[in-house]
């Protein structure tokens, strides 16, 4: 079993950043590959950025230059950190787990967390 934890989330002025952070516990085997999703309200859930156990990273175009994607192994933390924040950005964050494949979309990742809310206003 796995359990994540994100936290970090917040409001902020449109041009700031969060750091967001997700703990992860339980089979390391089924965390090779991680990923943030986002979903604002009335949308689909989103794929955000992805890491993986080579530590290769990937971030949609959309946040592309201003979302980084990070792991801490000895914290056994995933990171998501975010600059120059956009309304558009608004949403509930999640992080994401699998163990077989890239965990890009949904239906590729096997665990999540609860979310954090990330509130960016103009």
């Known amino acids: 079993q796995v359990q994540l934890a994100e936290s970090g989330g917040g409001s902020v002025q449109a041009g700031g950043s969060l750091r967001l952070s997700c703990a992860v516990s339980?089979?390391?085997?089924?965390?090779?590959?991680m990923g943030w999703f986002r979903q604002a309200p009335g949308k689909g859930r989103e794929g955000v950025a992805t890491?993986?156990?080579?530590?290769?990273?990937d971030v949609a175009d959309s946040v592309k230059g201003r979302f980084t994607i990070s792991q801490d192994n000895a914290k056994n933390t995933l990171y998501l950190q975010m600059n120059s924040l956009k309304p558009e950005d608004t949403a509930m964050y999640y992080c994401?787990?699998?163990?077989?494949?890239?965990?890009?979309?949904?239906?590729?990742?096997?665990?999540w967390g609860q979310g954090t809310q990330v509130t960016v206003s103009s």
């Open positions: 890491f993986d156990r080579y530590s290769r990273s």
């Open positions: 339980g089979d390391r085997y089924s965390t090779w590959y």
């Open positions: 994401a787990a699998g163990g077989s494949r890239p965990c890009s979309t949904p239906s590729d990742c096997n665990y």
